[in-house]
């Protein structure tokens, strides 16, 4: 074997310790990524169900005026708006 190949072999001997350690690095910050994320928890999960429920509850009617009279009720909301529509379409099926 001579110089050169000696060489060229040591250096490939060294590339594979090189990526070998990189690896076991690599695997030892994952490991340490997820053990922290195990004790901390993810912090942001209570913001966005905070959120996410802020949003439901504030989607839909919850009152509704008409004719200077104020409706709360649900059923009576829904009562309300059922028969705002199914007027609406009589009076544009009639005119049609």
């Known amino acids: ?51 996410v429920k802020r949003i439901h509850n504030s989607s839909g009617i919850h009152r509704l005026r008409i004719d200077n009279e104020v409706i709360e009720h649900p059923k009576l909301i829904e009562d309300q708006i059922l028969d705002f529509y199914k007027n609406l379409y009589v009076e544009s099926i009639s005119n049609v």
């Open 1 to 51: 074997m001579s110089d050169i190949d000696g060489l060229l072999y040591q250096e490939n001997i060294a590339k594979e310790e090189l990526d070998h350690a990189l690896h076991y690095q690599y695997l030892f910050w994952k490991k340490r990524a997820n053990m922290i994320w195990f004790k901390d928890g993810d912090r942001n999960v209570v913001f966005f169900h905070v959120a």
